[in-house]
């Protein structure tokens, strides 16, 4: 599975901003998708995660309430809605992939538990 993180990019305090995660892959509904974000020097955080059939998701605490996430199956595409952003919101923001189970969505929350992973967008926010 090949993925497309896309959307980045400069935007104020109290902005929004759309990241889009997209795939060739076949079986998009197949996989469990996550979001991180990660800055230089530190390790990569866990924003939140979907199922493959987009009716589960989980969301950290830190971006609760103003982060969503949703996916669009026919597209192939998995979206970061980011709302009420902060300054403290700036980093690259990746998208990973993993075989969807059974499993509740918040055991999905750390880097070894996906296997794909797209390439980092960046996200800057100024004040």
């Known amino acids: 599975v090949q993925l497309q993180a896309s959307g980045g990019g400069l935007v104020q305090t109290g902005g929004s901003l759309r990241l889009s995660c997209a795939t060739s892959g076949r079986t998009f509904d197949s996989y469990t998708v996550g979001w991180f974000r990660q800055v230089p020097g530190k390790e990569r955080e866990f924003i939140g995660v979907?199922?493959?059939?987009?009716?589960?998701?989980y969301v950290a605490g830190s971006v609760m309430g103003r982060f969503t996430i949703s996916r669009d199956n026919a597209k192939k595409t998995v979206y970061l809605q980011m709302n009420t952003l902060k300054r403290e919101d700036t980093a690259a923001y990746y998208c990973?992939?993993?075989?969807?189970?059974?499993?509740?969505?918040?055991?999905?929350?750390?880097?070894?538990?996906?296997?794909?992973w797209g390439q980092g967008t960046q996200v800057t926010v100024s004040s």
């Open positions: 979907i199922s493959g059939s987009g009716k589960s998701t």
């Open positions: 990973a992939a993993r075989a969807r189970d059974n499993s509740p969505m918040y055991k999905y929350q750390n880097v070894s538990d996906y296997v794909y």
